[in-house]
């Protein structure tokens, strides 16, 4: 009997867990009616993070505007977050400090990168997070793990970011490079 109440016991611990990791993972809505996907668990590469999204026919994070770093910014303090925000991929990749959004290959905003960032230290830092408990950018190795921000915007149904990947042939090498070292 005293077992069976251990095991009930452990049973609800286990559940009441699993629900917690359950809602880890979420879609938001913001009032430009961009629809986020922001995920917090510390367990996919860069890589992963894309798949993930693309999945979900939606981009990685790719900031248009200036605003949507803060509405993700506000997001994170506003839910229940364990980091505001925690480190989260977004779609920006580069190397030697030039760096593009992935969905459309524009350049990254010099202004939205943390200070002495992009700084591509080791010259190993190829993917582009949003930095833990700030609202800045950082540089950082694409096989880090970390959580990611999907997007959707209005009018973006079509979006097939995986196609894009032809575009990135060099890129691609500079990964495979990183990835052996
Ligand atoms: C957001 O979507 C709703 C419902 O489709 C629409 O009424 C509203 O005008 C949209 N807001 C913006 C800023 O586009
Ligand atoms: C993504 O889009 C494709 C093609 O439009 C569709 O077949 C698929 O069901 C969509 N997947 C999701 C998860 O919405």
């Not at 979420?26 to 894309?50: G, R, S």
């Not at 480190?87 to 200070?115: D, Y």
């Not at 079509?158 to 990947?165: G, R």
Request: hydrophobic letters at 40%; proline letters at 4%.
């Amino acid at each position: 009997m005293r077992t069976l109440i251990i095991l009930v016991f452990l049973a609800g611990v286990f559940h009441t867990k699993f629900q917690v990791l359950a809602v880890r993972a979420k879609l938001y809505q913001t009032p430009n009616n961009v629809t986020y996907f922001i995920n917090q668990d510390y367990t996919y590469t860069w890589f992963e993070a894309l798949i993930e999204c693309s999945s979900r026919n939606m981009s990685l994070l790719t900031l248009e505007e200036d605003v949507e770093l803060l509405d993700i910014y506000q997001i994170a303090i506003k839910n229940n977050f364990a980091k505001k925000p925690p480190h989260l991929w977004t779609g920006g990749v580069g190397s030697n400090r030039k760096f593009i959004w992935f969905s459309t290959g524009t350049p990254v905003a010099t202004r939205t990168w943390g200070i002495g960032n992009p700084d591509n230290s080791g010259n190993v830092e190829n993917c582009v997070q949003i930095f833990e408990n700030t609202n800045k950018l950082n540089d950082i190795k694409c096989f880090e793990k970390m959580g990611f921000v999907c997007e959707k915007k209005p009018g973006n149904d079509e979006e097939k970011p995986l196609a894009d990947f032809g575009k990135f042939g060099d890129w691609c090498l500079i990964l495979i490079k990183e990835n052996n070292e």
